[in-house]
């Protein structure tokens, strides 16, 4: 059985008000609006957190800078199971003379850093390589399945797949996705994002976060054949141009989606 979790809106909040849609989790990240809907969605249902406030990275060049005082408390007072961050690194912290053994080293340092300071299992998630990605995030290309395998089971960490992620790299590099995600560690995938996605300006593979086509639908459960994750769990808050009817009924398309997969 899948837990299920969809990101914080108010269109989900008036859904779960109204019992219209069944989900274990709110996802959101501890920034933004957060405090101000705490109370709300921790009365709704317990919250799957991702992201302090800080665009913390495996990468990131300074731990410093995240409480984990605070993040201790947050992750007690949400319920969240596990706590996951992107297996990335900014071009801005990578110096000219870092090679890429030496990007991996702070990767293991910093994996170890957060998974001393969290009380809750750690877990890593794939980003997506296209041009928006490094231009807009900034961030620098970490898309082998090799290089996420060595950084999931060297550091013994587990997988957060993102699906759109992994389906859209292997879009802008011309890789086969199927092939692709059976290289990636699919046996320690502990939670799955899923969403739609489309394309940017330029015509590249983008991760917009529209809703789910049938080509997501059917490609996620091809890769519940071999991956066996705790939490799917929805990114789908509604895009710009879509008004909250048509992201209400967009949200019980695809939640009573997830659901079946259990057979409910």
């Known amino acids: 059985m899948y837990k299920i979790g969809c990101n914080w809106s108010v269109p989900l909040r008036e859904l779960l008000i109204n019992n219209q849609v069944c989900v274990d989790y709110i996802k959101t990240?501890?920034?933004?609006?957060?405090?101000?809907?705490?109370?709300?969605?921790?009365?709704?249902?317990?919250?799957?957190?991702?992201?302090?406030?800080?665009?913390?990275?495996?990468?990131?060049?300074?731990?410093?800078?995240?409480?984990f005082e605070r993040a201790k408390r947050l992750i007690k007072a949400c319920g969240s199971p596990h706590y996951a961050m992107h297996l990335a690194v900014r071009n801005a912290d990578i110096t000219k003379d870092m090679v890429l053994d030496d990007i991996y080293i702070r990767i293991a340092r910093n994996i170890a850093v957060f998974k001393s300071n969290i009380p809750v299992p750690l877990l890593v998630e794939?980003?997506?390589?296209?041009?928006?990605?490094?231009?807009l995030y900034d961030h620098y290309p970490f898309a082998?399945?090799?290089?996420?395998?060595?950084?999931?089971?060297?550091?013994?960490?587990?997988?957060l797949l993102d699906l759109t992620?992994?389906?859209?790299?292997?879009?802008?590099?011309?890789?086969?996705?199927?092939?692709?995600?059976?290289?990636?560690?699919?046996?320690?995938?502990?939670?799955?994002?899923?969403?739609?996605?489309?394309?940017d300006a330029q015509g590249f593979p983008d991760d917009t976060h529209h809703a789910m086509e049938k080509t997501d639908c059917d490609l996620l459960k091809w890769v519940l054949q071999y991956a066996k994750p705790n939490i799917i769990t929805l990114e789908y808050l509604g895009v710009p141009g879509e008004?909250?009817?048509?992201?209400?009924?967009?949200?019980?398309?695809?939640?009573?989606?997830?659901?079946?997969?259990?057979?409910?």
């Open 243 to 264: 008004q909250e009817e048509e992201i209400s009924k967009n949200l019980i398309r695809q939640l009573k989606f997830l659901n079946s997969l259990n057979g409910g």
């Open 126 to 135: 794939n980003i997506a390589d296209t041009p928006q990605e490094v231009t």
């Open 29 to 67: 990240g501890a920034f933004g609006d957060f405090d101000a809907c705490f109370d709300t969605m921790l009365a709704l249902k317990p919250v799957l957190l991702h992201g302090l406030g800080h665009f913390e990275t495996a990468g990131m060049e300074n731990t410093g800078v995240v409480d």
């Open 165 to 199: 992620h992994a389906k859209i790299t292997a879009m802008y590099r011309d890789w086969d996705i199927y092939g692709y995600l059976r290289a990636l560690p699919l046996r320690r995938v502990r939670e799955i994002h899923v969403n739609g996605s489309g394309y």
């Open 144 to 159: 082998e399945p090799e290089k996420i395998s060595r950084a999931v089971m060297d550091n013994d960490v587990d997988f």
